[in-house]
Every structure is written in structure tokens, then in C-alpha cells.
């Protein structure tokens, strides 16, 4: 759900991510899209030092300023001429959470996108396309290089798709009717696959074979996308990283949501006025970005809790709305036919517990049956049901014994592991095999990853340099190259960082992670449960290997909460 916006120095190897940016105007690779305008790129290399046709901060759609600030957004506008796409865009504007400074970050001017495409082509086939969504909690994050390198999975020729969309207030504020039905976040990403399908194919790319992956918050994106009519034929495979839209962050209770909107409105004095809308987002629009995109810090009820504050909405009905109900309410997806790839991290949960241990112990233990509700967002469920909630949650993993630390810290982690992402991963596949019965389902791939390196993004979480675990987002660094850390660890991790590009470019070009006789397993789908699933590496190295077939993922502690589902949803 949370991914980092901003990596600092770290105790690690630092390198670039090898672009060149001087190259002359002759000598810069120029691609003309359909509309006749010229894109100026740069070259990079590959992990490998293969050459990589690199065109950054390519316009999607247009601004969103003014009044199409709070509305969908609308194809970029054509040029003609030479436009220059060879640096990193502007973020969308949004709030650095991790340093619990809150400061704004980014501009309200910034759907862009970043394609990376093989210099060299060794067959006639296009190339087969994968659209990458960042995470952050739909609060931070952008897709650039500095964060989300191309190197590692260019080196399976593929093409490389990564973009920014609208964050926070801007992107998914809503009102619950048509002045501002909400989810623009997740319309950009929609409006990036529109801009693939009628313009990749002058990248040597094939507009019938695109893949879209995303992790945490752009897992839960993913696994919107699926759901979402307007979407379906956009991609024809997904692959959701810890992350999905059946998780209890991902689709917002409407009373929820509509008080935050209007709460947000009050703190730059915007109003509605009795039930109608229009007059509070139209006076938002008024107010600078920066003002409307700091009031989301002033709805943290704990620490940076909840940690998706605006998260998706079921809009009312019309042609233009993304999402039309709970995806626990579809028969029939949309994309049912689309194969997966889903899974979580041993450690998941380490993305909370790790801070609780090393920033507020003593004020979490303190605070346990008050924060607990906040963090894992039943604190809206009347008193008797939120009471019952955390006593299950306190006999289950704690035995009503608090004495958490930073070295007894397995029982807090595996609750917010199973509660934020294993319970959804396991409704997401329950509604999946049910489908299965009425219409065509793709082929399902599930792993747990649990390959621990020698640097992990725990401490980024402001978890400390202690060990917690195979962490949330540590699983990047083997699919991506981090402008401020590239991993150079032991023969195991020089492993992993081939195996993770190797199986997911080959599920994006064949549907299959596994299809080749190669020194890993073949991986065996999941169809039923117990759940057939990969687990990826170990975290000793006594035991290590890149993937092992096995049956059965986290039972007991998934069926605890299928046991109170019907109290999350009362």
C-alpha cells in the first residue's frame, strides 16, 4: 500500500542509471508518433550494456489545471515539431509521508509518461509492453527512472511503460455525485493505456500484448483496472504485487469518503452548501494546488493513519464512471479471461510494525485498542463491533500479551501482513476461481516472496537498521535499478536480480512466468484452494532457492479473517 517517494543515502553501492542526455540532435533517437509531432529522446544501457531507446516526460493527457482540476482527464493536445523527452517529468503533486514532515512534493502539471524501448531488434515480432503502476497509497510516489530504472527488465527485451497519475486531493477526492464522482487517479492510468494502444506500436511495440503490473497501492490499481468496464481490452495480462482491490484500504465507504471531502474543503474554506456539492469543488478550483494538496496531512487520526486516506470510490452510474460498484459485488469481471500474477511478501506488515517498534512503542502499546481500528480502518464500525473486532485480533496474535519489540516483533508484523494484504489477495482469488464457473478464467500464478537481501526498505519505512523480515517493496530493487541504491549482495542476490525480470517478462510475453527448461522450477498455477503457490527465495541461506512449488499459503492466519468478514462488512 505505501511505497517511497524519496530514497537518501543509504549504506549501499551507489550507481547511475547510465543516461545519456548529450547526445546531439542528429544523434538522439526521434520517434514520430501517429499525430505527426517528433519525441527526442536518450540513450541508456541495460543491466547487461545493452543499449536502451530512453523517451521520458512524453504528455498523456492534458493538464489538469483550472477546470479540469477534480475532473477526468482529456487527451494531450498534438504538436508539430521536435519535442524534447529526455529527462525525468514532475511528480504529481503529493505529501512526503515517511519523513512525517508532510511537505508538498511535486505540481499540479504532470501527466507524463516514460517509454524505454530496445535499440536493437532481433525479430520481426513487435514487442511485447509492460505498463508499470507505481504504489504510495495513492498519496505519494511517481513512475520516473530515478525511482523505477528500466536496466534489469530491458535485458528481456520488452518495452517499458511508466507514467504518473494525479495523488492525494487532486486525484481522488470525491463528492459522490457527478461534480467530482471521484477515482481521477485511476482515470489517468485508464487514459495511459489509451495513449499505449494508439501509440506504441510506432515504439515497435504490440498494442494486443500489454501487460500491466503495479505493486501495493498500484497493485490495488491493477486489481481496479480488472474491474473497471471502461478498462477491459486495454491489457491482456496483470501481475499484482502486494496489492489488490479487494484489500481494506483499496474501495472507500461512501459516509467514509464524503466526510473527508468535506472536512478537506473546510481547512481552505470551501463549502457545500446543504447536499449540493458544486459549490465546494468549484471553490476548491480557486484555491492554489499546493493549499489543496497539504490539507490530506490534517486527516491522520495516527502516526500516518489511515494510510489511505482517499482511496477509491464506487461512482454513480453513467458512461464515464470507472467503477460502478464494490468489486465484492461483480458475478462476472470484466477481465476474467486476463492471466495473473499475484502475491504478497513474507514480510509485508514490517511496513507498520517496523515504524510502531522504533518510533512509538510505548505510544502504541498505550494506544493499542484505540489505533488498532485506525490502522486497520474498521474505526467507522459502531463500538460494539469494533470491540469485538480488536478482541479476536488481541486473543489471535497476541494472547492479550503486548511485550512487543524490536526483537519479538514477528506476531504485530503478521497482523498487519494478513490484514492489509493477505486477506485481500486471498478475496481476490476466492472471487476469481468462483468466476471460474460461470466464464473463461486466465491462467493464475500466486507466490510469496521471501528473498531477504543485504539492504531492505524497512529502514526507508523509518523501521530502523534492526532485522524485521523480507519487507514491504523489497522485492523492486530485483525488477528495478534505484538511482541511490543498486543491491550488490552474495551469489544469491546476483540470482534473484536475473530470476524476478526473467519470470515476469516472460509472463508479459507468454502468459507463463516459466515456460522455458531454465534452473528454475516450472511454476505451477493456482486454480482451487489450498492455494498451489511459488515461494520465492528464503531467508537463510542454508535453505535458498530461487522458487519452490507449495501448497497451502498462510491458512490458519487467512481463515481468522475470513472468519470476521461479516464484520467488516456490516
Request: with cysteine; glycine share 8%.
Amino acid at each position: 500500500m505505501l511505497v517511497v517517494i524519496t530514497f537518501v543515502v543509504l549504506l549501499a553501492v551507489f550507481q547511475s542509471n547510465n543516461v545519456v542526455n548529450c547526445e546531439s540532435a542528429d544523434s538522439a533517437p526521434k520517434i514520430t508518433l501517429p499525430h505527426g509531432g517528433v519525441l527526442v529522446g536518450s540513450y541508456m544501457q541495460s543491466a547487461e550494456g545493452k543499449q536502451i531507446r530512453a523517451f521520458r516526460g512524453i504528455p498523456y493527457a492534458k493538464p489538469p489545471l483550472g477546470d479540469l482540476r477534480f475532473r477526468r482527464p482529456q487527451p494531450a493536445e498534438p504538436w508539430t515539431g521536435e519535442k524534447l523527452a529526455n529527462s525525468d517529468p514532475t511528480s504529481c503533486l503529493s505529501i512526503d509521508t515517511f519523513e512525517r514532515d508532510f511537505r508538498t512534493l511535486g505540481d499540479e502539471d504532470c501527466l507524463y509518461l516514460n517509454v524505454y524501448t530496445p535499440a536493437e531488434k532481433t525479430s520481426l515480432k513487435p514487442f511485447s509492453v509492460m505498463v508499470w503502476l507505481f504504489g504510495g497509497g495513492w498519496l505519494s510516489g511517481n513512475g520516473n527512472s530515478d525511482l523505477y530504472g528500466p536496466q534489469l527488465l530491458l535485458d528481456h527485451n520488452v518495452i517499458l511503460v511508466s507514467g504518473n497519475y494525479r495523488l492525494g486531493v487532486l486525484g481522488f477526492l470525491s463528492t459522490g455525485t457527478r461534480d467530482c464522482p471521484g477515482n481521477n487517479g485511476l482515470k489517468d492510468q485508464l487514459m495511459m493505456l489509451k495513449w499505449v494502444k494508439e501509440n506504441i506500436v510506432v515504439f515497435g511495440g504490440d498494442p494486443n500484448d500489454v501487460t500491466i503490473f503495479g505493486q501495493s497501492a498500484g497493485g490495488g490499481s491493477v486489481g481496479l483496472q480488472m474491474y473497471s468496464y471502461l478498462s477491459k481490452g486495454y491489457f491482456h495480462k496483470a501481475v499484482l504485487q502486494s496489492g489488490t482491490n479487494f484489500d481494506i484500504w483499496a474501495v472507500g465507504e461512501k459516509s467514509v469518503v464524503l466526510g473527508r471531502t468535506e472536512k478537506i474543503g473546510k481547512l481552505v474554506n470551501c463549502s457545500k452548501i446543504g447536499e449540493n456539492w458544486k459549490p465546494l469543488i468549484d471553490c476548491l478550483r480557486t484555491r492554489s494546488a499546493v493549499d489543496v494538496a497539504s490539507t490530506i496531512k490534517k486527516l491522520f487520526k495516527y502516526d500516518i493513519d489511515p494510510a489511505v486516506v482517499l482511496p477509491a470510490v464506487v461512482e454513480p452510474p453513467s458512461e464515464e464512471a470507472f467503477l460502478t460498484k464494490h468489486p465484492r459485488d461483480y458475478d462476472i469481471l470484466p477481465s476474467a479471461a486476463v492471466p495473473v500474477i499475484i502475491g504478497i511478501l513474507s514480510g509485508d506488515g514490517i511496513v507498520k510494525s517496523g515504524p510502531l517498534l522504533n518510533l512509538k512503542k510505548e505510544d502504541f502499546t498505550e494506544k493499542f485498542s484505540e489505533a488498532i481500528p485506525i490502522i486497520l480502518y474498521y474505526d467507522n464500525k459502531p463500538n460494539d463491533i469494533q470491540y469485538e473486532i480488536t478482541g479476536r485480533i488481541d486473543d489471535f496474535y497476541f494472547k492479550r500479551v503486548h511485550n512487543w519489540s524490536k526483537k519479538n516483533s514477528f506476531n504485530l508484523t503478521n497482523l498487519f501482513t494478513d490484514g492489509w494484504f493477505a486477506w485481500g489477495m486471498d478475496k481476490f482469488l476466492r472471487n476469481r476461481f468462483a468466476t471460474s464457473k460461470k466464464t473463461k478464467v486466465g491462467t493464475t500464478y500466486a507466490y510469496l516472496f521471501d528473498h531477504r537481501g543485504p539492504i531492505s526498505m524497512s529502514v526507508f519505512f523509518k523501521a530502523g537498521p534492526e532485522y524485521y523480515g523480507v519487507c514491504h517493496t523489497d522485492e523492486l530493487p530485483y525488477l528495478f535499478r534505484y538511482k541511490s541504491l543498486d543491491i550488490q549482495g552474495n551469489k544469491n542476490d546476483t540470482k534473484m536480480k536475473w530470476a524476478m525480470p526473467y519470470m515476469w517478462t516472460n509472463f508479459a510475453k507468454t502468459g507463463n512466468p516459466t515456460p522455458e527448461i531454465s534452473i528454475i522450477p516450472k511454476w505451477i498455477p493456482a486454480e482451487k484452494f489450498p492455494l498451489n503457490y511459488a515461494h520465492i527465495g528464503r531467508r537463510t541461506a542454508q535453505d535458498w532457492t530461487i522458487l519452490s512449488n507449495e501448497i497451502g499459503l498462510l491458512e490458519e492466519r487467512v481463515q481468522f479473517w475470513r472468519n470476521m468478514e461479516h464484520l467488516f462488512d456490516c
